[in-house]
């Protein structure tokens, strides 16, 4: 159990296209989705807490209005990269908490973003 | 906020040695430690995780131990196969639902057969 399915898992597009990226939680409910962007050969970074049926929490220097964060089921956020550039290409992954109250987190597959 | 600093970068081991890997962290409030193994392309894997009211915990080959004092954690793989060549992080957090996780830079092991 606890699965997490990211969809698309590849991405290429033009310059100032935006993209949408779903997370689903398969065999479970989650309150809470984390949104991360990995760049080549770096950490996860995490960009937003995604709360179902509220506003997303987005981290410092993340821009709330290029990254667009909707959670309005407990089996799906969306993240949309708006208006995407070559500098947003990179490995965005979702992760869920499957159980309330604790750890651990369960991640979708990633979706690999190539903006041209 | 929480800051996980993870050692070494890179580590490159003979088969059938052992790998540590080393991760410290700021926050004291932080009260559970995972560590992934992700290979290249792919989603990060959970291979071990420790609360802080434990302060080591084993599964087969893979340890892992916790000093809270000191705000340290470390990842131990014995016997190391080519197979677990990846790249590991660790990461802290708070532990409860919906608490972010904050992770180290992570560690590139290269086993070579």
């Known amino acids: 159990g606890a699965v997490v399915s990211q969809h698309p898992s590849w991405v290429i597009c033009k310059s100032g296209t935006s993209v949408k990226i779903e997370c689903r939680s398969l065999?479970?409910?989650?309150?809470?989705m984390f949104w991360y962007r990995q760049f080549p050969k770096q950490s996860l970074m995490l960009m937003a807490t995604?709360?179902?049926?509220?506003?997303?929490?987005?981290e410092q220097g993340v821009e709330k209005d290029k990254f667009l964060i909707n959670h309005a089921s407990l089996t799906l956020s969306t993240l949309t990269v708006t208006s995407a550039h070559p500098e947003d290409s990179s490995f965005y992954i979702c992760?869920?908490?499957?159980?309330?109250?604790?750890?651990?987190?369960?991640f979708g597959d990633g979706t690999r973003l190539s903006i041209l | 906020g929480e800051n996980v600093e993870q050692h070494p970068s890179t580590l490159s081991v003979q088969e059938g040695d052992s790998a540590v890997i080393k991760c410290t962290y700021s926050?004291?409030?932080?009260?559970?430690f995972p560590w992934y193994k992700q290979e290249l392309g792919k989603r990060p894997q959970l291979i071990i995780d420790?609360?802080?009211?434990?302060g080591e915990k084993k599964d087969q080959r893979i340890a892992v131990t916790l000093n809270k004092t000191a705000k340290h954690f470390s990842l131990h793989i014995t016997e190391t196969q080519p197979e677990d060549s990846a790249v590991y992080f660790c990461?802290?957090?708070?532990?409860?639902?919906?608490?972010?996780?904050?992770f180290g830079g992570g560690t590139r092991v290269l086993v070579k057969p």
């Open positions: 990461a802290a957090s708070k532990g409860a639902a919906g608490n972010k996780l904050t």
């Open positions: 065999d479970f409910q989650a309150t809470t």
């Open positions: 995604s709360n179902e049926g509220s506003k997303a929490t987005y």
């Open positions: 420790i609360r802080s009211n434990v």
């Open positions: 992760s869920a908490d499957k159980d309330r109250g604790g750890q651990p987190q369960h």
């Open positions: 926050d004291s409030a932080s009260n559970y």
